[in-house]
């Protein structure tokens, strides 16, 4: 059973930046599409970054150019770069597989934006 484990998120002013990880267990994590998603109180989750399993990225206008996904196959781990951070960004953040069904989706990570 595959389990993903989301951390790094926290309070930050405007301006700040976070880095969030995403450690997958119980899977062959090399060969899964991963994206980082994000629900803020009364809205959808969507989706803010992917990257394939042989690293192509691809980024959500709103956070182009301010956020960077990265991938550690050794250690089963996905990164997000927070930077430029904005009062919009604050949501509950997670990462699960793409292109394909997703996997349990796990806790994820609070994100605050505030000053």
């Known amino acids: 059973q595959v389990q993903l484990v989301e951390s790094g998120g926290g309070l930050v002013q405007p301006g700040g930046s976070l880095r969030l990880s995403c450690a997958a267990s119980?899977?062959?994590?090399?060969?899964?599409?991963m994206g980082w998603y994000r629900q803020a109180p009364g809205k959808q989750r969507e989706l803010v970054a992917g990257i394939t399993s042989g690293g192509n990225t691809n980024y959500a206008d709103s956070v182009k150019g301010r956020f960077t996904i990265s991938r550690d196959n050794a250690k089963n781990t996905v990164y997000l770069q927070m930077n430029s951070l904005k009062i919009e960004d604050t949501a509950v953040y997670y990462c699960?597989?793409?292109?394909?069904?997703?996997?349990?989706w796990g806790q994820g990570t609070q994100v605050t934006v505030s000053s």
């Open positions: 699960n597989r793409r292109l394909a069904p997703p996997y349990s």
């Open positions: 119980g899977t062959i994590f090399r060969l899964s599409a």
